[in-house]
Nanobody, 124 residues
Framework: QVQLVESGGGLVQAGGSLKLSCAASGRTFSSYAMGWFRQAPGKEREFVAA????????YYADSVKGRVTISRDNAKNTVYLQMNSLKPEDTAVYYC?????????????????WGQGTQVTVSS
């Protein structure tokens, strides 16, 4: 199994920035694609960003494209989500997830392991 722990959330004003981290332990971290998801009050969980096991392929939701960068450091067993130009609609609990996908690809569903989440609140 893989255990995931998110950190870095908090309260920021609109236009500000946050960098979320997800530390992994257990099964070899570099063998997984990684994704970030979020869930706002009253809404379904939605995909935010994903990165392949090598870091060579990334994909972003249209709602965050240009404002968010996903990256990973396999030597540190950590994946990051840098968020800039934050908007009130970015307010949500953010979750990281690990995917057993074969090869160096990305998918938007079917993730195998999930963290507990970290709260991001963006004020007007």
């Amino acid at each position: 199994q893989v255990q995931l722990v998110e950190s870095g959330g908090g309260l920021v004003q609109a236009g500000g920035s946050l960098k979320l981290s997800c530390a992994a332990s257990g099964r070899t971290f570099s063998s997984y694609a990684m994704g970030w998801f979020r869930q706002a009050p009253g809404k379904e969980r939605e995909f935010v960003a994903a990165i392949s096991w090598s870091g060579g392929n990334t994909y972003y939701a249209d709602s965050v494209k240009g404002r968010v960068t996903i990256s990973r450091d396999n030597a540190k067993n950590t994946v990051y989500l840098q968020m800039n130009s934050l908007k009130p609609e970015d307010t949500a609990v953010y979750y990281c997830a690990a995917d057993l996908i074969q090869g160096d690809g990305i998918r938007l569903h079917g993730y195998d392991y999930w963290g507990q989440g970290t709260q991001v609140t963006v004020s007007s």
